[in-house]
């Protein structure tokens, strides 16, 4: 009897233990796995119509976009969300002369969910934003941007979409730089709070309220993955604001974050499986990202096509209205050289719309010239394409000169400055008697200075910008800028006044020179502004005057003729080669005859054993850039080659378009400091040309380094920068950083 007992009290704890584990191991009875599918795009920036960019056929567009959303819309086993993480409006015509509309109506069409906010949402001010969000029929949603009077958010703090009982809630965040970028009145009475105080509110209150909490974001990369770590309840963020692309998610704890890149050029395609159930939660089981580009592959769907085109010719009556009169014509062709009458008339009206002691402005944003008559809207857009808005700050005397010096430094590149309120000199790279609205520029004094965007980002490599303090937006763009002052002048005429001026010789003044500009020994001649378009070029054949010698007459002489191109499809290394490289003494300047035969005389190149010290190639708009550097074994023959071969890997021929009688350049940093530079101490005249490579075909430049800086020192081993620079427009520079020893003597 009590064995019985023994077994049946075993056999009863092992039915309740077994119960127990049953209990433990088996899965949930309502446990669930959720799919769905995220399409997300980032700073489109008003690119509502495909365009060219490195490519050879149209990427991007709404049209593209809405076939796309069509195709995979048409899996209807995925929950489907369309979002958008901001910076939706931009300054191209469809978006910035209809100020936002075109960009919200077509998300209407493409049927996004929801939208974020970012800073070029601001572009038109607070009331233009708050106008697009009531046209909108998805939320524009931003959880840290509120009216300080009212407590009112821009567009919804939050939105709950609902996938058939699975719960997904989108908080928005907009940068809160965004003030700092716009003048006052565009962000009057708004509050940006801050991001992670803002989350931390929010949170708790949307758990009770949702499944999932996914986030759009216009903030800085490194903000979102710190709100990713501090706040393990965000599942995904879907970020902007940097024009940035994320090949693949960024895994944060438990949050994903993406980013499609800029301009609509990608869609993303997030796939993500949730598993779990309403009272236990749910946690991201499976996840796939991919960014399909929006090119070639992608037809553009007919009906929005056909509703931009609609909008065509309301945008040609907005960019026909006549804002004022010139009396001659302002070509562009030596904006990158002279002074001329187009950049002072921009530079003039920089400066009275700022009240700026002095403006002034690249030659690189310069696209067309305006001819005499009425002037348009579209007109000063052919003239000035680019989305530059002009900025103010201040500068003291020394670091203005030193500004007008780099600027000074590259004569016939986007780097050249037009100027107003200002005149100087140039001599070797540097720029003289300096005056401010005709007084001699005090090195100690604050002046206000009106400058770009662009120009403080070091475009056209003006890396000297960094000198300017207290800078201060707009909120105008420059034809904008430009416009405004055709309207108040009405009829405009003006002649060029010899605010630049070359000089032959060096002036007595001492100028405080650059690291980025070295003084040069040898000036081009001595050429005087004409009532005319900048300053009179040099005759063919002119000789440089020397410094020793000024009063020595030039004499004439015939250019080398350049070499005949070869027949297309015929590959034929072509060598370009520096008589000197470029170091001459100041006893031995440079010939103009010298430097048009060092860049037009084709030479044949004998082979002399040499070992790689690096190389790199890049491919833009179908030609493909190799530049090589290679060390010569050879006693007696110069220490590096310098190479770079572009190839035409395109279906279609390739035209390259030159300013001056400089087709490349090259160049030897160490960190961020020019040692040497092949164009050092040479002289091109103002004469355009052009290089056309047809399909298959390439063209070479070399030139030879002796190992020497422009001071004629001696580099020593380290890593340095070697960069080549195709002076075509645009340019086009490619570089590599590689260890470089010289070998002992």
């Known amino acids: 009897m009590g064995a019985a007992m023994v077994v049946l009290r075993n056999i009863v704890w092992s039915l309740i233990l077994s119960l127990v584990l049953g209990l433990i191991l088996a899965p949930r009875a309502h446990a669930e796995l959720v799919n769905i599918a995220i ?68 998300s209407n069409w493409l049927g996004y969910d929801a939208v974020g906010i970012g800073a070029t949402d601001f572009i038109f001010g607070r009331e233009v934003l708050e106008a697009r969000e009531k046209e909108s029929k998805a939320p524009f949603i931003c959880t840290n941007v509120l009216d300080s009077a009212t407590g009112k958010y821009i567009g919804e703090p939050f939105k709950i979409v609902d996938f058939a009982g699975f719960r997904v809630a989108l908080m928005g965040l907009a940068d809160t730089r965004i003030p700092d970028s716009y003048p006052t009145d565009f962000t009057r009475g708004l509050v940006f709070r801050d991001p992670e105080q803002v989350v931390s509110e929010w949170i708790p209150q949307l758990r009770g309220q949702s499944d999932v909490i996914m986030l759009l974001s216009t903030l800085p990369l490194q903000e979102c993955i710190a709100l990713a770590d501090r706040h393990p309840e965000i599942a995904v963020i879907i970020s902007g604001g940097e024009g940035a692309a994320l090949q693949v998610p960024l895994k944060v704890g438990p949050a994903l974050i993406v980013q499609a890149g800029k301009w609509g050029m990608n869609v993303g395609l997030l796939k993500v499986t949730f598993e779990g159930d309403s009272s236990g939660g749910y946690h991201l089981r499976y996840f796939d990202e991919r960014l399909v580009p929006m090119d070639g592959k992608w037809v553009e769907n007919t009906k929005f096509v056909q509703e931009l085109s609609s909008y065509h010719e309301r945008l040609d009556e907005k960019l026909g209205i006549v804002l004022g009169k010139i009396a001659t014509d302002m070509p562009a062709i030596k904006v990158n050289s002279y002074e001329t009458k187009l950049g002072d008339l921009f530079t003039d009206a920089l400066r009275s719309a700022t009240g700026a002691d002095v403006a002034l402005l690249d030659a690189g944003s310069f696209r067309d010239g305006l001819l005499a008559g009425a002037v348009t809207k579209g007109d000063l857009y052919r003239a000035y394409p680019g989305d530059a808005l002009v900025m103010t700050g201040t500068v003291n005397g020394e670091d203005l000169r030193k500004i007008l010096s780099q600027g000074a430094g590259m004569v016939g590149r986007d780097g050249f400055l037009q100027v107003s309120g200002a005149t100087f000199g140039i001599y070797g790279a540097n720029a003289y008697d300096v005056k401010v609205q005709g007084e001699n520029v005090d090195p100690a004094r604050l002046y206000r200075l009106a400058i770009t965007d662009r120009m403080l980002e070091g475009f056209g ?72 378009e900048g300053t009179k070029e040099p005759e063919a054949g002119a000789e440089v005057a020397l410094p020793e010698a000024p009063e020595q007459p030039a004499e004439e002489g015939p250019l080398v003729a350049p070499p005949a191109e070869e027949p297309p499809g015929e590959y034929q290394v072509k060598t370009e080669e520096e008589v000197d490289t470029g170091l001459a003494p100041p006893s031995e300047p440079a010939t103009l005859e010298e430097a048009a035969a060092a860049v037009e005389a084709p030479e044949q190149v004998p082979k002399i054993p040499s070992t790689l010290v690096g190389e790199t190639s890049q491919v833009i708009e179908g030609v493909s850039y190799h530049f090589q550097v290679e060390q010569m074994q050879g006693e007696g023959e110069p220490l590096l080659s310098l190479k770079v071969t572009l190839t035409n890997n395109s279906d279609a021929f390739k035209l390259f378009d030159f300013p001056t009688s400089q087709h490349f350049d090259f160049a030897v940093f160490q960190e961020q400091k020019l040692l040497w530079q092949w164009s050092y101490n040479r002289y091109f005249v103002q004469a355009e040309s052009s290089l056309r490579l047809d399909p298959g075909q390439s063209k070479t430049f070399v030139v030879h380094w002796d190992g020497m800086t422009n001071k004629k020192v001696p580099v020593s081993r380290g890593l340095y920068r070697f960069s080549a620079l195709v002076t075509a427009v645009p340019e086009r520079e490619i570089s590599f950083t590689a260890l470089f020893e010289p070998p002992l003597m």
């Open 39 to 106: 399409l997300h795009t980032n700073d489109t920036c008003g690119r509502l119509e495909s365009f060219y960019y490195r490519s050879t056929r149209p990427l991007g567009g709404v049209a593209k976009r809405a076939m796309f959303f069509q195709e995979k819309r048409r899996h209807g086993k995925l929950h489907w969300l369309t979002v958008d993480a901001g910076n939706r409006f931009g300054y191209t015509r469809m978006s910035y002369y209809f100020e936002g509309f075109l960009d919200t109506h077509m």
């Open 461 to 532: 490599s003006l890396t000297s910008m960094y000198l300017v303090r207290d800078v201060r937006p707009s909120g105008k763009l420059v034809r904008e800028v430009v416009g405004d002052y055709l309207v108040e002048k009405r009829e405009f005429t003006n002649e060029v006044e010899g605010r630049i001026a070359y000089y032959a010789e060096p002036p007595e003044e001492e100028v405080a020179v650059t690291e980025e500009n070295p003084p040069e020994e040898v000036a081009p001649p001595e050429e005087k502004p004409t009532a005319g």
